[in-house]
Every structure is written in C-alpha cells, then in structure tokens.
C-alpha cells in the first residue's frame, strides 16, 4: 500500500472533518424541525387556559345586583338582570336581529338597540322592532354568595322567554 504525502494526509483529514461538519449540521437541522414540529403540535392540542368571554366569568357577589337592577359585567358580554329577590338572568348584549351590542336604558327600563330599534324587557324578551327572538341568555351558577356566568354556554330561545331560563336564588 502507498504511503500518502503529507499534503495527501492533509487533505484527507480536511475532507473527513468537513463530512463530519455536514453530518453534524444535517442531524441539527433535523432536531430543530422535530422540536419545533413538537412544539406546535404540544400548543395546538394543550388546553389554553380561557379567562373572559368564552370561559366561566364571577359576575360579582348576589349583594351587588339589587332587585330590579340591571348590570353589565364588560368581560363577559352579558348583562346580569336582577328579576326579584329569587331570580336572576345573564344576558348576552349581542341583539339576535343582525349582532349589535345592546345597551339597557335605564329611563325606559328597557333594552334598546341602537341599530334598528329592538326592544327587549328586563327579561331579554323582544317586544318591538325586527329581533326574531329574545335576547339570547347564558348558563348561571350560584356558588355561595357569588354569581358565576358560563359565556361559553349561550342559548338562544326561539320559541320566547320561559320561566325556566331565569336562575332561581335559594
Ligand atoms: S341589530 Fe339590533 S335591531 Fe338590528
């Protein structure tokens, strides 16, 4: 066998060193692409932690809606409409008709949208203007002394208000 030159040598060595390199930099690049493939799809599937509208929202303690009072809870998109001394309704401010927000008049005591002039009463019940329905209202949990509102639980009520959806206080 031939004994190689040292420039021969040198070469050689140079060219292992850079088949090495480029080994190294393939099987990088190949954990990068896996860690960030990993990555996305860990955030994609992971359950994000909801706060506001489409999670469970504490509208505030029953003390802060007195009878007859009507209270917008802004995270939320709802209003938390208090009926009597055992009931109350969360609801959403979207008005059914085409999805303007809906604010309560209080020197009507009613709901009225600014769009084209629905009329809701403190039950979210449409009794003027083109709304199709009611206001659509949410799921209310009272825990204790406080009041939670499900904003990722609305329903709609085609057939009209019933006592049913009003929340009983015990
Ligand atoms: S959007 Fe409310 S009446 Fe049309």
């Given at each position: 066998?031939?004994?190689?030159?040292?420039?021969?040598?040198?070469?050689?060595?140079?060219?292992?060193?850079r088949?090495?390199?480029?080994?190294?930099?393939?099987?990088?690049?190949?954990?990068?692409?896996?860690?960030?493939?990993?990555?996305?799809?860990?955030?994609?599937?992971?359950?994000?932690?909801?706060?506001?509208?489409?999670?469970?929202?504490?509208?505030?303690?029953?003390?802060?809606?007195?009878?007859?009072?009507?209270?917008?809870?802004r995270?939320?998109?709802?209003?938390i409409?208090?009926?009597?001394?055992?009931?109350?309704?969360?609801?959403?401010?979207?008005?059914?008709?085409?999805?303007?927000?809906?604010?309560?008049e209080?020197?009507?005591?009613?709901?009225?949208?600014?769009?084209?002039?629905?009329?809701?009463?403190?039950?979210?019940?449409?009794?003027?203007?083109?709304?199709?329905?009611?206001?659509?209202?949410?799921?209310?949990?009272?825990?204790?002394?406080?009041?939670?509102?499900?904003?990722?639980?609305?329903?709609?009520?085609?057939?009209?208000?019933?006592?049913?959806?009003?929340?009983?206080?015990?």
């Amino acid at each position: 066998m031939a004994q190689l030159s040292p420039r021969e040598q040198n070469l050689q060595e140079q060219e292992v060193s850079r088949r090495s390199f480029l080994r190294r930099l393939m099987w990088g690049s190949v954990g990068l692409a896996a860690a960030a493939f990993s990555y996305s799809g860990w955030r994609l599937f992971w359950p994000h932690k909801i706060k506001g509208f489409g999670a469970v929202v504490r509208a505030g303690s029953l003390d802060d809606f007195p009878v007859g009072s009507v209270t917008r809870v802004r995270d939320g998109r709802f209003y938390i409409s208090r009926l009597s001394e055992t009931e109350l309704i969360a609801l959403y401010w979207k008005c059914p008709h085409l999805g303007c927000t809906v604010p309560f008049e209080e020197s009507q005591n009613l709901f009225v949208c600014p769009c084209h002039g629905s009329v809701y009463d403190k039950t979210g019940q449409n009794i003027a203007g083109p709304a199709p329905r009611p206001m659509d209202y949410m799921r209310v949990e009272i825990r204790g002394n406080d009041v939670y509102v499900d904003t990722g639980d609305i329903r709609e009520r085609p057939d009209g208000h019933d006592p049913s959806h009003v929340t009983r206080i015990r």
